[in-house]
C-alpha cells in the first residue's frame, strides 16, 4: 500500500496569504522507517537526547519561532534543507513521489480553495496509483494521511465525505485519516515540502523548492503531481521557465 501524507501553507481566511499550498508526499509503506530514522538524525542536532520531541515544521524553523528562536538562522536553514534532501530520496530506499496543489486564492473567486485542492490532491493520487497498475500491474491501494491539527477544518469535513463523494474510492483503501504531527515525521516532511512550495509562489524563494521540484510525479515531460493555478481557472496554461502560470499541470523541459 502506498501512503500519501498530507499538510497545507497558506491560510485561506488571511488575505495577506494569497496563496494556499495543500502538498502530499506518497511512499510505499515500509519505506516509513526510513525516513523517520534520517529525519530524526537531522532533529538530534537539536536534542541529542530525546530527537522525538523535536518536530521539523517549516515556518517555525525558518522564521525562529519556539524552540528554534535560541539557534542561528543558517543551522535552521540547513536542516530544512537537510531533511527535504534525506526524508524525500534517502540513501538505501525509492524517492518518493511528491504532489501540491498551489492555488492563488483570487484565482477562484466563488470557489472554496481547500475542496478544490483537496479534490484535485486526491485525484492526483489516484492517477499515480491507476498509472502504476496499468503500467507494471502493480496494484497497489493508497491512503491518505493529514495532520489531525490542520488549521483548515474544511479538510476534516472533505475527509469525512471522501467515500461517498464524487471522488469515490477506487484506489483507495479508506477514507484519509489524521495523524498528530508531534509523532509523525512523514506529516513533517509533508509540511516541509509544502513550505517549500509555498515560499517559491507567495516569497519567489526557489531555494527550498528547487531540491524537491524533480520529484513530482510527472510522466512524459508533464508534472502530474505539481498543479498551479495562479490566475484565472480556464486560462491558457503558460511556461515560465518550468512552473505553469495559469491553471494546469506543470510542463517540465525536454
Known amino acids: 500500500m502506498y501512503l500519501l501524507c498530507a499538510d497545507e501553507s497558506g491560510a485561506v481566511a488571511d488575505p495577506s496569504q494569497p496563496y494556499f499550498v495543500l502538498a502530499g508526499v506518497a511512499v510505499f509503506e515500509r519505506a516509513t522507517h526510513w525516513i523517520q530514522r534520517d529525519l530524526d538524525q ?7 537526547d ?23 538562522f543558517a543551522h535552521r536553514l540547513e536542516a530544512i534543507k537537510d531533511a527535504l534532501r534525506l526524508g524525500v530520496d534517502g540513501a538505501g530506499r525509492p524517492a518518493c513521489t511528491l504532489f501540491a496543489v498551489v492555488i492563488r486564492k483570487s484565482a477562484l473567486s466563488g470557489v472554496d480553495p481547500v475542496e478544490f485542492a483537496f479534490e484535485k490532491l486526491s485525484s492526483q493520487f ?6 502504476r497498475y496499468l ?9 491518505i494521511i493529514f495532520d489531525k491539527a490542520s488549521t483548515e477544518p474544511r479538510i476534516q469535513s472533505l475527509a469525512r465525505e471522501f467515500k461517498g463523494g464524487p471522488l469515490g474510492t477506487r484506489n483507495y483503501a479508506d477514507v484519509p485519516m489524521f495523524l498528530d504531527s508531534r509523532a509523525s515525521r512523514m506529516i513533517q516532511l509533508a ?9 517559491k509562489f507567495s516569497a519567489g524563494d526557489s531555494e527550498l523548492f528547487d531540491l524537491v521540484q524533480p520529484y513530482f510525479d510527472a510522466e512524459g515531460g508533464v508534472a502530474h503531481g505539481l498543479f498551479v493555478m495562479d490566475g484565472p481557472p480556464h486560462a491558457t496554461v503558460a511556461v515560465t521557465g518550468s512552473i505553469a502560470q495559469a491553471g494546469g499541470p506543470v510542463m517540465f523541459p525536454g
Not at 42 to 48: H, K, L, S, V
Not at 135 to 143: A, E, T, V, Y
Request: glycine letters at 8%; a positive charge; zero cysteines.
Open 42 to 48: 537531522i532533529a538530534a542536532r537539536f536534542n541529542p
Open 50 to 72: 530525546v530527537p522525538q520531541s523535536v518536530e521539523l515544521h517549516g515556518s517555525p524553523m525558518r522564521g525562529g519561532r519556539d524552540m528554534w528562536r535560541s539557534y542561528p
Open 126 to 131: 489516484d492517477l499515480f496509483l491507476r498509472r
Open 135 to 143: 503500467k507494471n500491474k502493480d496494484k497497489q491501494r493508497g491512503l
Open 191 to 199: 509540511d516541509l515540502v509544502s513550505f517549500a512550495t509555498y515560499r
